[in-house]
């Protein structure tokens, strides 16, 4: 019993759910496209009580305290002299004329800024009593009338006439040439040469605030504030017949305006924007609950594109009446992402991440038990079959149903060879090889893993593309068993395999892998990359394909539809602005209907039409800024500032073009985005911008703009002067300077040689001192040497003769026979003298002792002999005549005679000593 209270409970709470989410959905629908500003964007107040377009293209707005500006690329706010509210405004020619707190004039563009010219101020128009401010200016009969609550004021362009009005009124209306003015208690007046008559057959309007008067194909349109709006047709006024003007009745009208022949546009007080076809009687209401930000229109405006534009009580809408793209919003979150979208017979189905949901009759609801995830919507036939978290499921003539429980059903894919359908899901691929018969359905064996995408241009030949990584062929029989499975993309060794994508074009199927376009070659049973479409599409993060000759790409976050024209690539841009920070990353998905295209978004989805058209190049204007100041063609700008430079089209809607620019004749192409190209850091010199229009297969110049970058300000002729200046003193102090310390340094110099003469002469004397001292040393050295020499001759003679003494002495007593005894002593003094080897030997010491005596003297004297030299060497040791004779082997005599002769040579004097000549030597 328990169990059975619980299920009743559940299946009661799931009925309330579906019911609370059936009544959220309910009146959602297709939408033109919005485009909201707020004050963050226009850095303005609240309320726009006025909307025109500018003959220059520009849109102009009285919003509060301001007039605000906008081309399409930036916006603009003025402020009058006198700071008052900015009630109303109207374009004329070059001329925005504006009305406010007693006071009106006009506007006009200068430099690239809006200068204000009062009318009023100064001419006494207003009473000090009187408590005026201009809600509404037209043109009527070529004079510009400034209308007030009490009063109106027409300006011929010299003088200004005033009209006080008998009553308080609402606003004046130009209907068939005529002059309507609304009374705000009395009904709707005429004025005629400054007189006024009552409207007859309009008492209805009495008592009525009257917001506007439109004429439209041959019936005029009267719009109050809280009673709708009333008809006059055929001389008849009555109430407009319709069941909107009900819902308008509570809604408080505050403006209304047509636009093309077939729409009303009426903007209310607390419920937004009615948009009315007049061709088929419907209308959409778009409101803060689907898209706008507030629901108070306080006023409308039409450009040249015939699309809306709204001033909020708080804000401004862009709304593309005349666009062919619409919208599906949910704002309130309940619908989720939408991964997949369908077009039916009633209406729409979407997959989303919080269920199936349908929108068909007007009436949006969720799909019962299709909570969670659902992945992919795909057509077969007359069925629709939708890839669900749990399961497959159906969809066929109305009605739901589960086709089986293959979960996760990514896409949907027709072979290219038969009418075969291949199903990616978490746990394969699935083939339905009888559409007409889906029970007869069949799997890959060998590859249980998650597939997102599959392809089949041949026979038992499959593409599968893992939801990860990888890339599978697999080869199966006609009894669709699995023959071989094999990891393409590891054969081919490429090992950056995340995220591959198929695409197949003209019966071949592309892969698409990191950037790179491979395709199969059977031969080597590896990819290699294709040519063409690495040429043509670089830097791809995604692609959708359409039809044969129709598919859509994602490069660096912007879409691109591409037409294939016979064997060129045709390129369309699909505007940023309808996708921004809405695509669904990795499951972009197109679903063609007819000549519209349905692209998934991820609060809902759009409904663009993909034609081809040769595109016009546009009309582009350059308005350059440099610190806020115009800055013209070939103008000058400082070195190291911001140059801002606005490219506008004047275009905003779909039609707007696709610009690109390059700078100093640059090989790239770079998109110009939201309209702005921002310079910083450029070089002094000469720049130039070339902008370009994309027509979809080739770059046309639209525009060109040049502009020079001056010298940085230390490089002006002025700082070039000061710092010759600078220089120049710099020079002069410098060669004081250098003067003054050349003239110290001959000082120090005179002084340093002073001071080094002295050094030097201590250093000579103290160095002479020295060599005395050596040269004292030296020759104490060489008189030890020659008396060492000496002693050692004298040594060896007294040794010889006292030998040869002992040797007679002991003949003499041994021998008495006279005879032998002088033949003994004679034996003895033979055997005694010096043998010639001693004698050699004494040379050589000798030689060894005064050895540098002999060079110097051998050097100074080069005509010596050997003999002579000797003979000096001699003398120096202080030997006598005598004592020399013996060792020279000569005679007394002949030593003299030697020694006479060695004075010649030497060039001696008589006086000179001939032995301290030698010992100075």
């Known amino acids: 019993m328990k169990i059975k209270l619980s299920i009743l409970k559940s299946i009661t709470i799931k009925i309330f759910v579906f019911s609370l989410l059936s009544f959220q959905l309910y009146c959602q629908e297709m939408l033109p496209f919005v485009e909201n500003y707020n004050k963050s964007n226009y850095q303005g107040d609240n309320q726009t009580w006025n909307v025109s377009q500018g003959n220059d293209k520009a849109m102009y707005f009285a919003n509060n305290h301001y007039l605000l500006r906008y081309d399409g690329v930036k916006w603009e706010k003025n402020m009058l002299p006198n700071k008052t509210i900015i009630r109303s405004i109207l374009v004329d020619g070059d001329k925005i004329y504006s009305g406010s707190y007693k006071e ?40 510009i009338y400034f209308q007030s609550f009490n009063e109106i004021f027409m300006y011929d362009g010299k003088k200004i006439n005033k009209t006080k009005l008998p009553f308080l009124i609402s606003y004046c209306f130009v209907i068939d040439n005529q002059l309507l003015i609304a009374s705000v208690g009395s009904g709707v007046y005429k004025m005629y040469n400054y007189k006024m008559s009552k409207v007859k057959g309009w008492e209805i309007l009495e008592n009525n605030v009257i917001h506007a008067i439109e004429k439209h194909q041959n019936r005029t349109y009267i719009f109050t504030q809280k009673n709708g709006v009333y008809i006059l047709e055929n001389g008849a006024l009555n109430s407009w017949k319709n069941p909107l003007n009900e819902i308008l009745k509570t809604a408080y009208i505050n403006v209304a305006k047509f636009i093309n022949t077939n729409k009303l546009i009426i903007g209310t007080a607390s419920k937004g924007v009615f948009v009315f076809d007049l061709f088929n009687n419907s209308f959409i209401n778009i409101n803060k609950n689907n898209v706008l930000m507030n629901n108070s229109i306080l006023s409308i405006g039409q450009d040249k594109e015939n699309n809306l534009w709204l001033g909020l009580d708080n804000g401004i809408a862009h709304i593309e009446v005349d666009s062919p793209i619409s919208i599906f919003y949910d704002n309130s979150g ?149 023959i071989k499975v094999e990891n393409i993309t590891q054969k081919s060794k490429i090992t950056n395999d995340f995220g591959v994508r198929l695409f197949e074009f003209r019966n071949e199927t592309l892969f698409l892998i990191q950037n790179s376009w ?205 710092y010759l200046a600078v220089l120049g003193t710099i020079l002069y102090f410098y060669y004081k300077w250098n003067k003054m310390r050349y003239t110290q340094k001959l000082v120090l110099q005179e002084e340093e040689l002073k001071y080094q003469k002295k050094i030097l002469e201590m250093e000579l004397k103290a160095e002479n001192e020295l060599n005395m001292q050596e040269y004292e040393k030296h020759i104490l050295e060489l008189e030890l040497q020659t008396k060492s020499s000496e002693v050692t001759g004298k040594s060896l003679s007294i040794a010889k003769q006292s030998e040869m003494i002992e040797n007679i002495q002991g003949i003499l007593d041994s021998e008495i026979d006279v005879n032998k005894l002088k033949s003994e002593i004679k034996k003895v003094i033979k055997s005694n003298a010096i043998n010639k080897l001693e004698w050699q030997t004494f040379e050589s010491n000798l030689n060894q002792i005064h050895d540098q005596f002999i060079i110097n003297l051998s050097k100074k004297y080069p005509i010596l002999t050997s003999k002579d030299i000797k003979l000096c060497v001699y003398l120096k040791m202080n030997l006598s005549s005598k004592e020399i004779a013996p060792m020279m082997n000569i005679s007394f005599r002949g030593v003299e005679l030697h020694r006479y002769r060695l004075r010649k040579k030497l060039r001696l004097t008589q006086d000179e000593n001939l032995s301290k000549f030698l010992l100075s030597i």
């Open 104 to 143: 009106f004039g006009y506007w006009h563009r200068n430099d690239g800024k809006m200068i204000y010219v009062s009318i009023s101020s100064g001419k006494k128009v207003f009473d000090d009593s009187e408590n005026e401010e201009i809600w509404k200016i037209f043109k009527f009969n070529n004079q």
């Open 334 to 482: 309940v619908l989720g992402s939408v991964y997949s979208v369908a077009t039916t017979e009633n209406g729409y189905l979407m997959a989303s991440n919080h269920g199936v949901f349908k929108y068909e009759d007007n009436q949006f609801s969720l799909v019962p038990n299709t909570q969670g995830q659902a992945w992919n919507i795909g057509k077969m036939n007359d069925k629709y079959l939708i890839g669900y978290f749990q399961g497959t499921l159906v969809y066929e003539k109305g009605r739901f149903s589960k086709l089986n429980t293959i979960s996760g059903g990514w896409n949907l894919t027709k072979s290219n060879i038969n009418n075969t359908y291949l199903q990616a899901s978490y746990s394969g691929v699935w083939i339905y090889d009888n559409p007409n018969d889906l029970s007869q359905k069949h799997i890959i064996n060998g590859l249980f893993k998650p597939i997102k995408y599959v392809a089949q241009n041949r026979k038992n030949e499959i593409w599968a593309a893992d939801n990860y990584r990888g890339l599978y062929r697999i080869l199966y029989n006609d009894a669709f068993e699995t």
């Open 518 to 722: 491979y395709t199969y070659n059977s031969i080597s049973n590896q990819l290699v990359k294709n040519e063409l479409f690495n040429a043509n599409f670089k830097n791809i993060s995604d692609i959708v394909a359409i039809d044969e000759n129709n598919f859509v790409v994602l490069q660096e976050g912007l879409l691109y539809h591409i037409y294939v024209n016979q064997n060129k690539f045709v390129w369309n841009s699909i505007q940023e602005k309808y996708y921004r920070g809405k695509i669904i990353n990795d499951n972009i998905k197109i679903f063609k209907n007819r000549n519209n295209y349905l692209l998934n978004l991820d609060d809902g989805f759009i409904s663009l039409q993909l034609k081809y058209e040769t595109k016009q190049s546009p009309t582009i204007k350059i308005e350059a800024f440099n610190n806020r100041e115009l800055v013209e063609n070939k103008s000058k700008i400082k070195y190291n500032s911001e140059l801002k430079i606005g490219v506008i089209s004047g275009i905003y809607g779909i039609t707007k073009p696709s610009l690109f620019y390059k700078i100093n004749d640059s090989k790239d192409y770079i998109l110009i985005k939201e309209g702005i190209i921002v310079l910083n850091n450029l070089n002094s010199g000469s720049h130039n911008i070339a902008i370009y229009h994309f027509d979809g297969s080739q770059y046309n110049k639209v525009s060109r703009y040049e502009f020079i970058v001056g010298q940085p300000w230390y490089f002006s002729f002025w700082m070039i002067l000061l």
